[in-house]
C-alpha cells in the first residue's frame, strides 16, 4: 500500500495555472516520514477522469484527488467518482437543508432588491386614496393612532420604486409623517 496523487484539470496542462498541489502533498507527507509512490495529471474529460478514480480505488493506496471540484461545467470529479464507485451522486440531507435555506435567503434578497418600506400617518377616511398611490403594495399594515381616533400610521412595502412624485401625491391625499427605507432582506 502507498500513496498516489491524482491533479486533475485542463488549465495545469494547459499551463494556464501552476500546480501547487503536488509539491504540498510531497511536503506535508515528508513531515510524517512518508512518501509519495505516485502522481497522475488529468485534464476534465469525464471518461479519464473516471477511468482513473476507478484504479486508484481498486488499487488499495491512499491517493489524494485534486481539482475539478469547482462550479464551473468542466468540473465533473464528485460525478466521476460516484461513477467510478457505482453509487449515485447525492447531496447530503443536511446539506440539502442548508442549500434550501441559502436559496430562500438568496430569494429573500433578490426579491426586494428595488422595494421600498413605506411608513406614514394619514386620516382614516384618506386610506382608499393613499392605498391607490402605493407603487406595486400588497395591502398594507394599518395600525391605529393612540389618541387620535380618526388617524392611522400605514406601513406597506412596495415593489416598485417610490418617486417623489408619489410622496408628494401621498402628501396632498392627506398622509403626513411619510419615511421611505430600503428593504435588504424580506422572507414571504
Known sequence: ???GAIIIGDEIL???RTDKHLPKIIELLSARGLALDWAEYIG???ERITATLKRAFASGDTVFSTGGIGATPDDHTRQCAAAALGVPLELHPEKEEWVERLLMRIEGVQSVRESKYIMLHAPRSALPEIRKLLPGS?????IPLEGHPDKVAIHAVCRENVFWE?????KKAGASALLVLP???MLA
Open 183 to 185: 428593504v435588504e432582506k
Open 1 to 3: 500500500m502507498g500513496f
Open 14 to 16: 494547459s499551463g494556464r
Open 166 to 170: 408619489t410622496l408628494e401625491s401621498l
Open 44 to 46: 476534465d474529460e469525464r
Open 138 to 142: 400588497e395591502s398594507p399594515t394599518i
